[in-house]
Every structure is written in structure tokens, then in C-alpha cells.
């Protein structure tokens, strides 16, 4: 959070890619839900890409500082689920680099993650297994054997349970999301590489996860440059077939009214011989 953030004008700007994916082009209402289940509606402004009104009540609510640290998750249209982290939590923080060397959480090595019935989710001793459901925390025990080691291990302290329970659950939804992605889903692997990025900020071990995405989004983009391509090459091809029909119909015109000019000719031809032998065999 910057001091503009938090007060004087309270003005939060939003990553405008994110907003012309995601936000209408109008000015509509946000709801922001805290950690709490707490509903704030605020006012986004769509010109500024933005929210100002409701936002000073939501800041001030919850005893925003300069520094602090709001994660921004998408649950519904106009709807954001806000996890806050302190800026005392974050200790001295000048870059996403300093993040991921800050103190983790609790722990654990690679052998640690050995079998399901052994594998627990614990963030400062505290058990998250009950809050995860049973379908999702397999999932996530799949991936942490994928990398030999918890994802979670590196978190910065004293981050909201809330807030790690939220991270491991949508870094599962996201590694199903990609599983199932398709050529057309370009936008859809920007969105989550984006929303990744900010949980690696927070020290989640997800870089395997975002160099697979690098992977697809060059070949999507291939893809969609190729198709791209064959778009443009068949609109040429119907304009010039466009053009070449207008040009038979033109030309049919023409053949037409020449025809008719060809018959009124001949009927003229046929009059002039027949005056013409008349008045040859006419007497002097």
C-alpha cells in the first residue's frame, strides 16, 4: 500500500490489464469480502481503472498502513475476496526477492513428503488438514511430491491461515485449470500466471507451475498467430470473391444489353437489305 492508498484522497488503482479482462467498461459496484466474510461495497471507476468511493471505509475499517500488503482474488463478477499482510509481518521487504528469503514457515524436508496417510499441511505447527477438503489436499500432495517438497515451506511469516488455506487451494485449481487448458486458452494462462506470481512474491513454490504456463503460452501463441493468419488470409479471399461476383454481374449486364442492342441490329439489317433490294430493282 502507498500513502495515497491509505490516506488523503484513499485512491486504489488497479493493474489495467487486469481490469480490461475482468471489469466492465462502465463504472459498477465492487464488493470486497475481508477475512472476516465482511462485505465492503466500494465504487470502481472504469475511466481510471480504479476504486474511490467505499474504498477510504474499507481502509480505514481495517487499519490499512503504507506498506501493508492487500492480495486481490477474483471469487465472483465484482466480487474480491481481500487477505491483508501486515507490513510488520513482512519485516524489511524491498522486492519479491527479499520476500522469498525472509523466515518460512515450519520446515519441512523432502523426505517429509513421503505418502498420503503421512502427509500433513501444517503452517507455524498449526494443522490446515480440516480445511482443505479431502479431493484438493490430494491433489496438493500430488504436486508437492511432483517438486520432492512442500509448496507452502517457504511462506513468510505470520501470513493469515486464511490467506495459505487460500493460496494451496487456488494453486491446485490452477494446476487442474492448465491441465485441461486448451490452444485458445491465451488469456485464461496470463490471468493465472499473474495470480501465481503474486503467490511466488509471497514465497509459494509455484515457479514449476509458471514455467509449464511460459510453455503453453508460446505454443497458444503460435497457434493463435497461425489461425490469425488463415483469418485474414480467408477474409482477403472472400473480398476478392466478393469483388469478382460483382464484376460477373456487371459483366452479365453488359453481355445482356449488348445482346439486345446485337438483335435490334440485326432486325435493322434485315429492313435496310430489304430496302436496299427494292430500290435496286426498282425501274430508272
Known amino acids: 500500500m502507498l500513502t495515497s492508498h ?30 472476516s466474510e465482511g462485505e465492503h461495497e466500494t465504487k470502481y471507476l472504469a475511466e481510471k481503472s480504479g476504486l474511490s468511493g467505499g474504498w477510504r471505509g474499507f481502509s480505514v475499517a481495517h487499519n490499512l498502513q503504507e506498506n501493508d500488503v492487500l492480495v486481490f482474488h477474483l471469487i465472483q463478477e465484482f466480487r474480491f475476496k481481500v487477505y491483508i499482510v501486515r507490513a510488520n509481518a513482512l519485516s524489511e521487504v524491498d522486492g519479491a526477492t527479499d520476500l522469498l528469503n525472509l523466515g518460512a514457515c515450519e520446515r519441512k524436508t523432502e523426505s517429509d513428503v513421503k505418502n498420503f496417510e503421512n502427509f500433513s499441511v501444517t503452517v507455524d505447527r498449526i494443522i490446515l488438514d480440516n480445511e482443505i477438503p ?29 490467506l495459505v488455506v487460500g493460496i494451496i487451494l487456488e494453486t491446485v485449481s490452477i494446476s487442474d485449470a492448465i491441465s485441461s487448458s486448451k490452444p485458445s486458452s491465451y488469456r485464461d494462462l496470463k ?41 485474414v488470409e480467408k477474409a482477403n479471399a472472400e473480398g476478392e470473391l466478393k469483388a469478382l461476383e460483382i464484376r460477373r454481374s456487371s459483366l452479365k449486364e453488359v453481355i445482356e444489353n449488348l445482346a439486345h442492342e446485337i438483335e435490334a441490329m440485326k432486325i435493322k439489317a434485315q429492313n435496310i437489305e430489304a430496302a436496299f433490294q427494292e430500290e435496286s430493282k426498282a425501274p430508272w
Open 191 to 231: 490471468a493465472w500466471d499473474d495470480t501465481l506470481k503474486s503467490f511466488e512474491i509471497l514465497g509459494m513454490k509455484v515457479g514449476f507451475l509458471r514455467a509449464k504456463i511460459v510453455k503453453l503460452l508460446t505454443l497458444s501463441s503460435d497457434s493463435e498467430d497461425a489461425l490469425q493468419c488463415k483469418i
Open 134 to 162: 479431502h479431493d484438493r489436499r490430494v491433489k496438493y500432495y500430488q504436486l508437492c511430491c511432483s517438486q520432492k517438497s512442500y509448496l507452502h515451506d517457504q511462506l513468510i511469516e505470520m501470513l493469515s491461515l486464511h
Open 6 to 35: 491509505v490516506a488523503g484522497c484513499f485512491w486504489l488503482g488497479l493493474p489495467k490489464k487486469f481490469t480490461e479482462m475482468y471489469l466492465p467498461k462502465e463504472d459498477v459496484i465492487v464488493v470486497l469480502v475481508d477475512e
